[in-house]
């Protein structure tokens, strides 16, 4: 019965779209479907603060006081092309039709969700108070998450269901994501004419970045220049360059030092050509990193292994809601829940990933107190 309910849930959510900013019709139907189990549902108004096309939902099943309250957490956006999804069963893997993802990023984890509701339910699973956390704009910068009040959440700890790769990894570190945006400023001049007269912004730009470390820089830190827009003509020396850049480290100090080397070699080229530059950061996410020892670790490592299955210590290069949950006091682990190859159109999910990750979901209600 588990096998095919939540096989079905999981294709009835991705045939709703709900690319990032366009998340409302999607919202509208987790909110029916969670008061349905009857859950209490909380509905932020954060989206004229975000832009995005839904509030953050926050969800609790109320339980006994005997038990420590615990959360779970999915995002309810998708990387494009997400629109028109066509779920397809191929060998008791879920794929799409090939011209869209699959959306199991991340509704693979909103159908665990559903289905441990349904678990908790019929085998009547004693269980503390818990709390299921919704958000969109997780895709571009975990804008959701960022504006949630999580005052709002009786649960000081818990679980991010947003990891791809076989049931049974922990993500133990995550870097701080810093965004670097950089105006370079010359002067303009007739290329052909009077070069001279010239202050070329992406000769500026050129030399600056020449001068950088970039790529992987050691075991925890890795900066990249992302896009550079400007110019005019081939016979107009360019007074304006935007540079779009980032760095990520798990070490919080590293991402800074990064950060500070970039703009040095950005005002350095400034002088030295004769141009302005302009700058602001914004950091994207806060890092966090977990020691084994670490009790929440311990016990999602043991219900892990109750479900039958290795533990995984992984370290992930890019961000999750996780990070914001962290960075505000609500202790979170991001765990594997089965999926592959996403945000492509090859996105994939076995099915007996799927019911493993619903497994152990149930098993750490058991096992958190």
């Known amino acids: 019965m588990m096998n095919e309910r939540v096989v079905e849930t999981f294709i009835e959510l991705v045939k709703i779209d709900s690319e990032a900013k366009d998340e409302g ?51 309810v956006d998708t990387v494009a092309p997400g629109k028109g999804i066509n779920p397809q069963i191929r060998g008791g893997v879920i794929y799409s039709d090939g011209t869209t993802i699959l959306a199991a990023d991340d509704k693979a984890g909103i159908a665990i969700m559903l289905e441990l509701i349904e678990v908790i339910r019929e085998e009547a699973i004693p269980h503390g108070t818990i709390e299921f956390v919704l958000t969109p704009g ?112 798990i070490s919080q100090e590293k991402c800074q ?48 292994l109750k479900v039958g299955r290795s533990v995984a210590y992984d370290s992930s290069g890019g961000g999750s809601d996780a990070n914001v949950f962290n960075a505000n006091g609500k202790k979170a682990l991001n765990l594997s829940i089965g999926y592959g190859k996403i945000h492509t159109t090859h996105e994939y999910l076995p099915i007996n990933e799927l019911m493993k990750a619903v497994e152990l979901s149930c098993e750490l209600v058991k096992q958190i107190h």
Do not use: C
């Open 25 to 75: 019709k999607f919202q509208a139907f987790l909110k029916a479907r969670f008061e349905s189990l009857g859950l209490d549902v909380y509905e932020d108004d954060t989206m004229e603060q975000t832009g995005l096309g839904a509030n953050n939902l926050l969800f609790t099943l109320k339980g006994g006081k005997d038990k420590a309250p615990l959360f779970f957490s999915a995002h």
């Open 138 to 249: 997780e895709e571009i910068g975990l804008v959701g998450a960022n504006a949630f009040d999580m005052k709002k959440m009786t649960a000081k700890y818990g679980f991010v269901l947003d990891n791809g790769g076989p049931v049974g990894s922990i993500t133990m570190d995550s870097p701080t994501l810093m965004g670097l945006k950089v105006e370079v400023k010359g002067v303009t001049a007739h290329a052909g004419l009077e070069p001279e007269k010239g202050v070329s912004a992406i000769e500026i730009a050129a030399k600056a970045i020449s001068g950088m470390k970039l790529g992987r820089l050691d075991s925890e830190t890795t900066a990249n220049i992302g896009t550079i827009n400007g110019g005019v003509a081939s016979n107009i020396v360019a007074d304006k360059v935007e540079v779009v850049a980032e760095a990520r480290s």
């Open 257 to 304: 030092e990064q950060i500070n080397h970039m703009i040095e070699q950005f005002e350095i080229a400034s002088i030295d050509l004769g141009g302005e530059v302009n700058f602001s950061t914004d950091t994207k996410s806060v890092g966090y990193h977990f020691e084994k020892e670490d009790e929440l670790v311990k016990q999602a490592a043991q219900a892990i």
